[in-house]
Structures are given as structure tokens and as C-alpha cells.
């Protein structure tokens, strides 16, 4: 029952073809110099214009001004989900992170779930209807470093509750959790044109 708020990001479940999600997932780079932003499992990633992995900071609520990836009118799209990172410490150990702590440096391996035919699990912000299902909803705040705990290393993300039929990032397809409890559990699916992989242009 989902009765509190307690968002979690997005967790990839099964694909949208009825086949189980598998775990597979792609190897990525976050820039060796390092970010000043903590990414989260379960948080909306993209390839930025140097090729390496950042936070989507835009909320997805549409495709202008709060788009993916950086809130511009310029739509790239998200490349997916983060689901932790590897890195060498200062001590020369690999560390296998649940996510990435701000600051590192060195070569960072992101593990990221991109492939766009996945379902994600997530938390909606408020109450909704049975109507929410088919249509559009994104982000409920935009992605910071805050959004998320260190000490689980869990995004803290949860999506919109009050669904639009204009173009949005995210697609609800059914509940998980009961339509009545105070805060749902629902399965989405990143929209087209907002996955980098279905957007006919660079970055």
C-alpha cells in the first residue's frame, strides 16, 4: 500500500513487450575531471555534448522550455535510468557504487538502463484516477543532487500526479499499487522524441 510518500526514482521492472527486465544494462563514462552532482539510482541520465553521462535536470513537462535533457528547447532526450557506478578510490580499490558521489574523479563507469522499450516503476506525488493510464506525465521537480540519499544511494524522484494529454516525457501504462492509495505506484514508459535513441538529431 502505497499510504506515505516515499519516492524511489525510477526502477526498471520488464519491458513493455511482456518479456522480464533481464538487469542488462550499458556502460557509460561521467567526465573524469568530475560533477558537482550526485547521480542517484533510478535517476533520468543523458549523454551530454562531451559524451559523458550527466543528471536530466529539465522535468520533462513538455517539449520546450522544461524538456529533456537541460530545460532548453533544444530536445536530445534522456539516454535512461542510472543504476549505480564503479570507480577506482584513493586507495586504488574498484568500488561498485549504488550512486555517484559528487566530486569524483578519475574513470567513472555508469551503469545505465537505455534501452527505450523498458518499463520503470514509480511513485506518483498525489492521488490519481484510472484515467491517468495512457496518458502523459514527467518529473515532479527537477533533478539536483538533493534529490536522492546517500546513505541508501536511492533517487528520492517522484512523478506527477496530475497526468496531460500534451507531449510530456513519461507514458503511464497501468498501476502497480491500488488507484486509491494516497500516493500510487505506477509502471511508465519513456516517451519518444524524449529517449535520446528515437531523436534524429546529435547532441
Not at 526514482?9 to 518479456?19: F, M, S, T, Y
Not at 545505465?112 to 511513485?123: C, E, G, K, S, Y
Request: overall charge negative; charged content about 10%; aromatic content about 10%.
Amino acid at each position: 500500500m502505497a499510504t506515505t510518500a516515499a519516492p524511489y526514482g525510477l526502477r526498471p521492472v520488464k519491458r513493455v513487450d511482456g518479456l522480464p527486465y533481464a538487469g542488462a544494462y550499458s556502460t557509460y563514462l561521467i567526465d573524469p575531471a568530475g560533477v558537482a552532482t550526485n547521480i542517484y539510482y533510478g535517476s533520468v541520465v543523458y549523454n551530454n555534448a562531451s559524451g559523458y553521462i550527466a543528471i536530466v535536470t529539465g522535468t520533462g513537462a513538455d517539449a520546450t522550455t522544461n524538456d529533456w535533457p537541460t530545460g532548453s528547447t533544444s530536445v536530445t532526450g534522456a539516454i535512461g535510468v542510472f543504476v549505480g557506478c564503479s570507480f577506482v578510490n584513493a586507495q586504488g580499490q574498484v568500488i561498485f557504487s549504488q550512486f555517484y558521489p559528487s566530486g569524483t574523479t578519475g574513470v567513472v563507469s555508469a551503469f545505465v538502463v537505455d534501452d527505450p522499450m523498458v518499463l520503470f516503476q514509480a511513485q506518483l506525488d498525489g492521488t490519481a484516477t484510472q484515467a491517468a493510464v495512457g496518458n502523459n506525465t514527467f518529473l515532479a521537480a527537477a533533478q539536483s543532487t538533493s534529490t536522492g540519499s546517500t546513505r541508501t544511494g536511492n533517487s528520492t524522484s517522484a512523478i506527477e500526479s496530475t497526468v496531460v494529454t500534451v507531449s510530456a516525457a513519461l507514458r503511464v501504462v497501468s498501476f502497480v499499487s491500488p488507484v486509491s492509495d494516497a500516493f500510487p505506484d505506477v509502471l511508465v514508459k519513456i516517451n519518444p522524441g524524449f529517449h535520446s535513441f528515437s531523436v534524429n538529431t546529435g547532441i
